[in-house]
């Protein structure tokens, strides 16, 4: 039986059969807006709160943000970083290097992170060109994707050779983790970098859509490893406590 990490979400862990698979590495994805870090910020205080050692990287907000973000919905981040139970980490875009991976799997490490949560793959991924350095491409690999003299479909290469190499890092930690992601609007695939999605163990996608002229965000489980998972689509409504997930039935 695969133990569950209970995400304290209200109404999301009844939708996969009691919370995230231990150990596995789910891809939360979703147009700007959709509410994937409040999602993220709220799996982790509620695992900080319940004595889990939480981690929550950012390459997208300044910490003062993320935590006045949390207090809109009656998190108090700060308090729990205090208990030594939630630890915050910025990294910005700029100081991103081939480092950065082994930066964050060495602090999990270290302190013993249960819950990690990564927001975003995409921001990281889109920078993967800029610092992974050609020679660290196999020569046999770039001549197989038959894009050697095409610059702008190598950085393309590299971002999914980045992506698949992070993802399956992030497996071997121990953790329970959440992947951020951007989603395209409209396309085949349900990620912007198109493999994350084949690599992670599961993916809950939130989408912010006009219904009769309202806007209005809903949740769906796509995929969850070892788990018979709940195929509707349910209402998500952000509230002054934190997210919920409304049941449709
Ligand atoms: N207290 C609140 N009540 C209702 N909606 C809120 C509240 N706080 C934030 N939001 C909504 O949540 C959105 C931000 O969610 P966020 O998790 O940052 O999105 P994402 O990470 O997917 O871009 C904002 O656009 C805002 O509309
Ligand atoms: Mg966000």
Redesign the pocket.
């Known amino acids: 039986m695969v133990k569950r990490v209970q995400t304290g979400i209200k109404g999301f862990d009844k939708l996969v059969q009691g919370g995230l698979p231990e150990n596995s590495v789910t891809l939360l994805i979703?147009t700007?807006?959709?509410?994937?870090?409040?999602f993220s910020l709220q799996y982790l205080h509620n695992g900080a709160t319940n004595k889990e050692k939480s981690m929550y990287v950012t390459l997208e907000q300044s910490l003062e943000d993320i935590r006045s973000?949390a207090k809109?919905?009656g998190m108090d981040l700060a308090k729990a970083e205090k208990t030594g139970m939630l630890t915050l980490m910025h990294i910005p875009i700029h100081d991103l290097t081939l480092n950065t991976i082994e930066q964050i799997k060495k602090e999990a490490e270290k302190r013993k992170i249960k819950r990690l949560v990564i927001d975003s793959i995409s921001t990281l991924a889109v920078n993967a060109p800029v610092y992974t350095p050609l020679k660290d491409l196999a020569l046999r690999d770039v001549m197989n994707y038959k894009a050697f003299f095409s610059p702008p479909i190598l950085g393309d290469f590299v971002v999914k050779r980045f992506i698949y190499g992070f993802l399956s890092d992030l497996k071997q930690l121990g953790c329970t983790t959440i992947v951020?992601g951007e989603a395209p609007e409209k396309g085949e695939f349900l990620t912007r970098d198109t493999v994350s999605e084949f690599i992670a163990d599961g993916i809950v996608s939130i989408t912010f859509e006009s219904m009769g002229g309202q806007y209005s965000r809903s949740l769906l489980v796509r995929k969850m490893r070892g788990t018979k998972a709940d195929e509707d689509i349910h209402p998500l409504e952000?509230?002054?406590k934190g997210l919920v997930i409304h049941t449709v039935k």
């Open positions: 979703g700007p807006g959709t509410g994937k870090t409040l973000q809109d919905l951020t952000i509230t002054d």
